[in-house]
C-alpha cells in the first residue's frame, strides 16, 4: 500500500519533469535556431520567394509589376527554353562542371599527395597554393585580363620564346579553355586543402599494414588513399558542382555585359544578368533565376540520390560509417 | 614496437623516406616549386606591375620594373580613399564572419544534438539555400533592404551576407558537432549541466577548429564580395574594396602602373590575414570530410 | 531537401515581411531642403563641374543642400531604375536615360512633366534640344549636352596613308580602309567590349539605308519590318569582310586605357573611330600627354548607294536631366533652370569639350573638330537618337549582342532584325 503510493508519487513527478523537459527542450530549441532561420528566411528565402512572383509577369522594372507589367503567366519560361541563347549558356555551365571536374581533381590529389609528404617549407607551400583562392573575382579577373590582352604579358612572353600567340580571351576557339583554366587556377586551392584534410583522417596504421606487405608507395596511395579519399572527392566534387553551375563573377568581369556568349563562356547567370537588368527585363531576368535554382536543385539532389548518399544521409547528415568501414576491410583484405 | 615502425609513423600515407636525406626528394621540391610559380605568378604580375612605370609596361608587357619605382604605391598608400575602403571591407568582414559563426553554431547545434521532427526539414532548407546565389535575388533583397532604410548602408551587405553565408557554414558545423561524443554530453548532464551549459561550456570550445575553418573562409568570401555592394552601395564613402578597385580602375583607366599598386595593396590586408590563419583552415575541414 | 517545405515556410515569411515602408521627407521644418543630385561623371573635369555648379547654387540659394552621387556610366542605368523602384529615397534630380526607357518612366509616374516650370531663357535657348526631352507636347528633361554620332580620324595618319580627302560615300571608306592597310596602319578602332561602339556601325549604316518613315515605324514598337534593315546587316558583314578593325577588337572596351579603343586612336595606333560627340573629350583623357588630339578630325557617316536615308542627316543623343515626383519641385526647378544658364552651360562645354545643349553657349566651341560637326549640324535636319536608345534596352541589348556575334562570324547578318524583333516581342 505505501509503496504502491510512493509509485504512483514518484510517477507523477517524473511525468512533470517529463513534460518539463519537453518544453524547455523546444524552448531551447527556439531559442538557439530562431535567429538565424529569421535570418535565412528573411534575406535568402523571401527575396527567391519575390523573383518567382516576379517571373509571372513582364515588367520593365519601372514602377511596380502589378501596376506598371502585365501578368503574363508562365510566357517567360516558354521564352526562356526555346531561346537558343539561353540552351547555349546551359552547355557552356554542364561544360565548365566537368570540365572542372576533370582538370581540378587529378590535379588537387596529386598536389595534396605531395603537400602531404614531409619536407621542409611546406607550411609555406600550402599558404602560397591557396593565394589565388584568397584573391577576389575582381583583382583575378583585371590581373588576367591584361595579361591576356592581344598586347599583353603572355603573348610577349610566348614572343620571346619564338611562339605565336593567341586571342585567349577572344577567340571563340580558345575562349572556354582559357576560362577552364582561369577557373582550376582560382579554385585548385580549395580543392587541394580539401584534399589534405580527407588524406590526413585516413588511419596511419592502414598504411603501415600494407607497407609490411612491402607495397610500393603509388600501390599504397592507388590501394589506400584513392578508395578512402572518397567521401571528400564527392563533397569536393558536389562543391564544384554547385560553383560551376552559377559561375558569374569571373565571366562578367573579364567578358564585361555583352560578349560573353559570342565567346562562347556565357553561363546562365550572366545570361539571367544581361537579359533582365542590362535589358531591363526584370520580369523576364526574374524567370530566368527561378530556372537557374530549379537547374542547380535537380543536379543536386541527382547527385545526392545516386552519388552522394554513400557518404550522408539525407541531407548530408549522418556519418557515413557502414560503407566507410567496408571498404577499410576490403582494401586491408585486398592488400 | 620497433623504432623503425615508430619512424614510421611519423611521415604519412606511406612515403618512405630514406633516414640519409632528411630534405625528402628533389622531384617533390621541383613539382612544388612548379606549382607555387603558377600560382603566384600571376599575384606577383600585379605587384610588380605596381612597381613599373606606364611607358614601361607598355613597352614590355612582360618585364621587370627597371628602375623600381615606389610612387604608385605611395600614393595609394597617402590617398584618403584606400584607408577609407580598407575600413569598410574590415567592418562588413568582421560583422559578416561574427554574425555568420554565433548564428550558424547556435542552429547547428540544434540540428546536430536534439532529437527533434523538424531537426531534418531544417538542414534541409539550409541546404537548399547553397542552389541560390545571390545574383538571383538582387533587385527583390535590394527592394527589401531599402524598405528597411538600410539601401546604401553597410549593414545593407551585412545582413545579406550573414544570411546567404549560413548554408555553408551548417553544412560544414554539423558533421562537426556531430562528431563531439555523446559520453561528454551524458557525463556534463551528470556533472548537473543543462543543454545549453553543455553547449556553452564544452560545444563551443570544442567546435574551435570548425569554427576557424567556416570563419575564415566567410571572412574571405566578404572581403571578395563583389556583386551585393555592388548593388547596395552608390555612395564612395561607403565602398568596400572591391568596389573601390572597379572603381579606381575606370577612373585612372589610363594609369595602369596605378591601378596594379592600388589592386596589390587591397588583395595585401587578406593574404596576411589568411597566412596567419591558415593552419587551423586544414583542421577544421579534417572534421567535416571525415564525417 | 523537400521543396514543398521550404516553399510553405518561405510563403508564411513573404506574409510576416510585408514590412511597412519607412521613408524620410526632403523638406525640414525649418525650410531647408536637401536634393539628391545623381549624375555619371566619376572622373576629372565633368565630375569638377557639377561639384562646383552645386556649390555655386547652394550660395545663392542658402536654404538648398546639394548631395551629389556620381555613379559609374555602366553602372548607372541598374541603380537609377533600382533607386525609382521606392520614390522615398528615389533621387530628387537625375540624369536621364532618353528614348524608350524616359517614355517608361513617364508611364511608371517616376518622372514629372516641368513644361511650365522651364524658364523663358531655357524655353528660347534650349529650342533645338529640347524636343529630345518632349513626349507628347510635354516636356520631361532640361538638356545639357547634344551628343551627335560621326567618324574621328587622326589626320596625320590619313595623309601619311595618301588619303587626301575625308570619305564620303561607302565606297571610298573602303578604298581608305584599303589605303591604310597597305601603309601599315590600323584602319578602323573598336570597343567590341562593350557591345554598342560595334552596333554603332549598323545603327548608321540602317541610317543611311532606311527612310525616315522606316525608323519611325520602327519606334513605335512595330519591329523591324522594311527589307532596309536586313540590307544594311548585309553591307556591315561586306565591311567586316575587309577587316577594318583592329585586332582583338571583341575584348577591346571602348574608352578604359591607353588599350582601348578610343585609347588607340589618341595614340595613333588606329586611323579611326565611330563615335559620338564626346570623342574630343575622352580622346583628350587617353592621350599620353592629356592634351586635346592635334590632329584630330571629324566627318560624318558615309552615305551608301541606293541608300533611302537623307545622307546629311546625323544620329546622336540629348543628355538632359529630369525630377522624380517625390522632389520639392520648386528647388529641383532652380536647380535645373540655373544648369541652362547660358554661362553655365559654357563651363560644360568647356569641362566636357563637347556641345552644349544651349545654342547660345555653343561660341565657346573651339575644338576644330568640333566645330567641323557644328557645320554639318547646321545641314541636318532634327537629329535621330541612336536607334539602342530609341528601342529601349531590350531590343538595343539584342541589337547590340547580334551585331558582335554576326561581326566574330557566330552569326548571320539576318539573324540581327530577327534578334531585335524577338527582343521587341519578349519585353
Known amino acids: 500500500m505505501n509503496a504502491s503510493k510512493e509509485t504512483g508519487a514518484r510517477m507523477k513527478k517524473k511525468s512533470k519533469t517529463v513534460v518539463k523537459d519537453k518544453w524547455r527542450k523546444g524552448l531551447e530549441i527556439s531559442v538557439l535556431s530562431v535567429p538565424a532561420l529569421i535570418m535565412f528566411l528573411g534575406f535568402v528565402v523571401f527575396p527567391i520567394v519575390m523573383a518567382a512572383y516576379y517571373g509571372?509577369?513582364?515588367?520593365?522594372?519601372?514602377?511596380?509589376?502589378?501596376?506598371?507589367?502585365?501578368?503574363?503567366?508562365?510566357?517567360?519560361?516558354?521564352?526562356?527554353?526555346?531561346?537558343?541563347?539561353?540552351?547555349?549558356?546551359?552547355?557552356?555551365?554542364?561544360?565548365?562542371?566537368?570540365?572542372?571536374?576533370?582538370?581540378?581533381?587529378?590535379?588537387?590529389?596529386?598536389?595534396?599527395?605531395?603537400?602531404?609528404?614531409?619536407?621542409?617549407?611546406?607550411?609555406?607551400?600550402?599558404?602560397?597554393?591557396?593565394?589565388?583562392?584568397?584573391?577576389?573575382?575582381?583583382?583575378?579577373?583585371?590581373?588576367?585580363?591584361?595579361?591576356?590582352?592581344?598586347?599583353?604579358?603572355?603573348?610577349?612572353?610566348?614572343?620571346?620564346?619564338?611562339?605565336?600567340?593567341?586571342?585567349?580571351?577572344?577567340?571563340?576557339?580558345?575562349?572556354?579553355?582559357?576560362?577552364?583554366?582561369?577557373?582550376?587556377?582560382?579554385?585548385?586551392?580549395?580543392?587541394?586543402?580539401?584534399?589534405?584534410?580527407?588524406?590526413?583522417?585516413?588511419?596511419?596504421?592502414?598504411?603501415?599494414?600494407?607497407?609490411?606487405?612491402?607495397?610500393?608507395?603509388?600501390?599504397?596511395?592507388?590501394?589506400?588513399?584513392?578508395?578512402?579519399?572518397?567521401?571528400?572527392?564527392?563533397?569536393?566534387?558536389?562543391?564544384?558542382?554547385?560553383?560551376?553551375?552559377?559561375?558569374?563573377?569571373?565571366?562578367?568581369?573579364?567578358?564585361?555585359?555583352?560578349?560573353?556568349?559570342?565567346?562562347?563562356?556565357?553561363?546562365?547567370?550572366?545570361y539571367m544578368v544581361r537579359e533582365g537588368r542590362v535589358s531591363s527585363n526584370y520580369g523576364y531576368g526574374s524567370a530566368v533565376a527561378v530556372v537557374i535554382f530549379v537547374i542547380s536543385l535537380v543536379v543536386a539532389l541527382t547527385y545526392q540520390k545516386f552519388i552522394l548518399n554513400r557518404d550522408l544521409d539525407g541531407a548530408l547528415t549522418e556519418k557515413p560509417s557502414k560503407s566507410k568501414n567496408k571498404s577499410v576491410s576490403a582494401v586491408a583484405e585486398e592488400v | 614496437m620497433s623504432s623503425a615502425v615508430s619512424y614510421g609513423r611519423k611521415d604519412k600515407n606511406g612515403y618512405r623516406k630514406s633516414p640519409k636525406n632528411p630534405w625528402g626528394n628533389p622531384v617533390v621540391y621541383f613539382i612544388s616549386l612548379l606549382l607555387i610559380a603558377i600560382c603566384i605568378g600571376p599575384v606577383v604580375y600585379i605587384i610588380l606591375g605596381g612597381f613599373r612605370s606606364n611607358a614601361q609596361i607598355t613597352n614590355d608587357p612582360a618585364g621587370m620594373p627597371n628602375p623600381w619605382l615606389n610612387k604608385n604605391y605611395l600614393a595609394v598608400l597617402s590617398s584618403n580613399t584606400f584607408w577609407v575602403e580598407l575600413v569598410n571591407s574590415v567592418i562588413v568582414g568582421l560583422l559578416t564572419t561574427i554574425g555568420v559563426v554565433v548564428l550558424s553554431l547556435m542552429v547547428s547545434f540544434v540540428i546536430a544534438r536534439y532529437d527533434f521532427k523538424y531537426s531534418k526539414v531544417m538542414y534541409s532548407l539550409f541546404a537548399a539555400g547553397l542552389m541560390f546565389p545571390m545574383t538571383v535575388a538582387i533587385t527583390p533583397l535590394y527592394l527589401l533592404l531599402r524598405n528597411l532604410g538600410l539601401a546604401n548602408t553597410l549593414a545593407g551587405v551585412i545582413l545579406p551576407q550573414i544570411a546567404f553565408g549560413l548554408p555553408q557554414t551548417i553544412i560544414i558545423l554539423v558533421p562537426f558537432l556531430k562528431t563531439i561524443p555523446q559520453e561528454l554530453e551524458e557525463a556534463a548532464a551528470l556533472d548537473g549541466c543543462s543543454r545549453l551549459g553543455f553547449f556553452v561550456r564544452m560545444v563551443i570550445p570544442l567546435s574551435m577548429p570548425g569554427v576557424a575553418t567556416t570563419g575564415i573562409l566567410q571572412f574571405i568570401g566578404s572581403w571578395n564580395s563583389y556583386m551585393l555592394p555592388l548593388f547596395m552601395l552608390s555612395d564612395p564613402s561607403k565602398y568596400t574594396l572591391p568596389l573601390g578597385v572597379q572603381m579606381f580602375s575606370s577612373q585612372h583607366s589610363v594609369d595602369t602602373a596605378s591601378v596594379l599598386a592600388f589592386t596589390s595593396m587591397s588583395m595585401i590586408p587578406a593574404l596576411i590575414f589568411f597566412t596567419i590563419f591558415q593552419k587551423r583552415i586544414v583542421g577544421g575541414l579534417t572534421g567535416a570530410v571525415k564525417g | 531537401m523537400r521543396f514543398k517545405v521550404i516553399a510553405a515556410a518561405a510563403i508564411s515569411v513573404a506574409t510576416l515581411m510585408s514590412v511597412a515602408a519607412c521613408g524620410g521627407s526632403n523638406t525640414a521644418s525649418d525650410g531647408k531642403v536637401e536634393l539628391e543630385f545623381w549624375h555619371n561623371?566619376?572622373?576629372?573635369?565633368?565630375?569638377?563641374?557639377?561639384?562646383?555648379?552645386?556649390?555655386?547654387?547652394?550660395?545663392?540659394?542658402?536654404?538648398?543642400?546639394?548631395?551629389?552621387?556620381?555613379?559609374?556610366?555602366?553602372?548607372?542605368?541598374?541603380?537609377?531604375?533600382?533607386?525609382?523602384?521606392?520614390?522615398?529615397?528615389?533621387?530628387?534630380?537625375?540624369?536621364?536615360?532618353?528614348?524608350?526607357?524616359?517614355?517608361?518612366?513617364?508611364?511608371?509616374?517616376?518622372?514629372?512633366?516641368?513644361?511650365?516650370?522651364?524658364?523663358?531663357?531655357?524655353?528660347?535657348?534650349?529650342?533645338?534640344?529640347?524636343?529630345?526631352?518632349?513626349?507628347?507636347?510635354?516636356?520631361?528633361?532640361?538638356?545639357?549636352?547634344?551628343?551627335?554620332?560621326?567618324?574621328?580620324?587622326?589626320?596625320?595618319?590619313?595623309?601619311?596613308?595618301?588619303?587626301?580627302?575625308?570619305?564620303?560615300?561607302?565606297?571610298?571608306?573602303?578604298?581608305?580602309?584599303?589605303?591604310?592597310?597597305?601603309?601599315?596602319?590600323?584602319?578602323?578602332?573598336?570597343?567590341?567590349?562593350?557591345?554598342?561602339?560595334?552596333?554603332?556601325?549598323?545603327?548608321?549604316?540602317?541610317?543611311?539605308?532606311?527612310?525616315?518613315?522606316?525608323?519611325?515605324?520602327?519606334?513605335?514598337?512595330?519591329?523591324?519590318?522594311?527589307?532596309?534593315?536586313?540590307?544594311?546587316?548585309?553591307?556591315?558583314?561586306?565591311?567586316?569582310?575587309?577587316?577594318?578593325?583592329?585586332?582583338?577588337?571583341?575584348?577591346?572596351?571602348?574608352?578604359?586605357?591607353?588599350?582601348?579603343?578610343?585609347?588607340?586612336?589618341?595614340?595613333?595606333?588606329?586611323?579611326?573611330?565611330?563615335?559620338?560627340?564626346?570623342?574630343?573629350?575622352?580622346?583628350?583623357?587617353?592621350?599620353?600627354?592629356?592634351?586635346?588630339?592635334?590632329?584630330?578630325?571629324?566627318?560624318?557617316?558615309?552615305?551608301?548607294?541606293?541608300?533611302?536615308?537623307?545622307?546629311?542627316?546625323?544620329?546622336?543623343?540629348?543628355?538632359?536631366?529630369?525630377?522624380?515626383?517625390?522632389?520639392?519641385?520648386?528647388?529641383?526647378?532652380?536647380?535645373?533652370n540655373y544648369m541652362a544658364e547660358t554661362k553655365n552651360q559654357e563651363g560644360y562645354a568647356k569641362a566636357w569639350n563637347t556641345f552644349p545643349a544651349n545654342d547660345a553657349a555653343r561660341g565657346v566651341v573651339t575644338d576644330p573638330a568640333l566645330k567641323t560637326v557644328l557645320e554639318y549640324v547646321k545641314k541636318s535636319p532634327d537629329m535621330q537618337l541612336w536607334l539602342d536608345t530609341q528601342l529601349g534596352s531590350n531590343a538595343g541589348t539584342a541589337l547590340n549582342t547580334s551585331v558582335v556575334n554576326m561581326l566574330a562570324g557566330k552569326g548571320a547578318a539576318k539573324d540581327i532584325v530577327t534578334a531585335a524583333n524577338d527582343a521587341i516581342a519578349k519585353g
Not at chain 1, 586543402?193 to 603509388?218: C, H, K, N, T
Open chain 1, 56 to 270: 509571372f509577369f513582364k515588367w520593365k522594372g519601372f514602377g511596380s509589376p502589378t501596376t506598371n507589367g502585365t501578368f503574363i503567366g508562365i510566357q517567360n519560361y516558354i521564352t526562356i527554353f526555346s531561346d537558343a541563347e539561353f540552351r547555349s549558356a546551359v552547355l557552356h555551365n554542364f561544360i565548365i562542371v566537368i570540365g572542372s571536374l576533370v582538370l581540378q581533381a587529378p590535379i588537387a590529389i596529386l598536389f595534396a599527395l605531395l603537400l602531404n609528404q614531409k619536407m621542409k617549407g611546406r607550411a609555406i607551400i600550402r599558404t602560397l597554393i591557396f593565394v589565388p583562392y584568397v584573391v577576389s573575382e575582381v583583382i583575378v579577373g583585371t590581373g588576367w585580363s591584361l595579361m591576356l590582352q592581344s598586347e599583353g604579358a603572355i603573348n610577349a612572353v610566348l614572343k620571346r620564346i619564338g611562339l605565336q600567340g593567341a586571342d585567349w580571351i577572344s577567340d571563340p576557339k580558345i575562349a572556354m579553355w582559357t576560362l577552364l583554366i582561369l577557373i582550376t587556377w582560382k579554385y585548385i586551392g580549395f580543392a587541394v586543402i580539401l584534399m589534405l584534410a580527407g588524406m590526413q583522417s585516413i588511419p596511419e596504421e592502414l598504411y603501415e599494414a600494407a607497407r609490411v606487405d612491402g607495397a610500393g608507395f603509388w600501390q599504397l596511395q592507388k590501394s589506400i588513399t584513392l578508395p578512402l579519399l572518397g567521401p571528400t572527392l564527392r563533397i569536393w566534387a558536389f562543391l564544384s558542382i554547385i560553383g560551376s553551375l552559377q559561375l558569374f563573377d569571373l565571366v562578367y568581369i573579364i567578358w564585361g555585359q555583352y560578349i560573353s556568349s559570342t565567346a562562347g563562356t556565357s553561363t546562365m547567370a550572366t
Open chain 3, 41 to 336: 561623371a566619376t572622373t576629372g573635369d565633368g565630375k569638377a563641374y557639377w561639384e562646383n555648379l552645386a556649390a555655386a547654387f547652394e550660395k545663392k540659394h542658402q536654404n538648398v543642400t546639394i548631395k551629389i552621387q556620381a555613379i559609374q556610366n555602366e553602372d548607372y542605368q541598374g541603380k537609377l531604375q533600382t533607386a525609382l523602384q521606392d520614390p522615398n529615397s528615389a533621387p530628387d534630380v537625375y540624369m536621364s536615360l532618353g528614348g524608350q526607357k524616359t517614355k517608361d518612366m513617364i508611364e511608371a509616374g517616376q518622372t514629372i512633366d516641368i513644361t511650365s516650370d522651364i524658364s523663358a531663357d531655357a524655353k528660347k535657348n534650349m529650342a533645338s534640344t529640347l524636343g529630345a526631352a518632349t513626349f507628347d507636347d510635354k516636356v520631361y528633361g532640361m538638356p545639357v549636352s547634344m551628343e551627335p554620332g560621326g567618324i574621328w580620324y587622326s589626320e596625320d595618319l590619313f595623309k601619311k596613308a595618301g588619303i587626301t580627302e575625308p570619305p564620303k560615300t561607302m565606297e571610298e571608306l573602303n578604298q581608305a580602309v584599303t589605303k591604310l592597310k597597305a601603309a601599315n596602319i590600323t584602319p578602323v578602332a573598336l570597343g567590341g567590349k562593350d557591345a554598342w561602339p560595334a552596333a554603332h556601325w549598323y545603327y548608321w549604316l540602317s541610317f543611311r539605308e532606311c527612310s525616315a518613315k522606316d525608323f519611325s515605324e520602327a519606334s513605335s514598337g512595330k519591329g523591324l519590318k522594311a527589307d532596309c534593315w536586313n540590307k544594311a546587316a548585309d553591307q556591315l558583314e561586306a565591311f567586316n569582310k575587309t577587316n577594318p578593325f583592329n585586332n582583338g577588337y571583341l575584348t577591346t572596351s571602348a574608352q578604359q586605357g591607353a588599350g582601348s579603343s578610343a585609347g588607340l586612336l589618341a595614340n595613333h595606333k588606329a586611323a579611326m573611330e565611330l563615335m559620338g560627340a564626346w570623342e574630343p573629350g575622352v580622346l583628350k583623357d587617353l592621350s599620353p600627354d592629356g592634351k586635346a588630339m592635334s590632329d584630330l578630325g571629324y566627318f560624318p557617316f558615309p552615305s551608301v548607294d541606293g541608300g533611302q536615308g537623307d545622307p546629311n542627316a546625323l544620329m546622336g543623343s540629348v543628355t538632359y536631366y529630369s525630377v522624380s515626383p517625390s522632389a520639392p519641385k520648386k528647388e529641383a526647378m532652380e536647380f535645373l
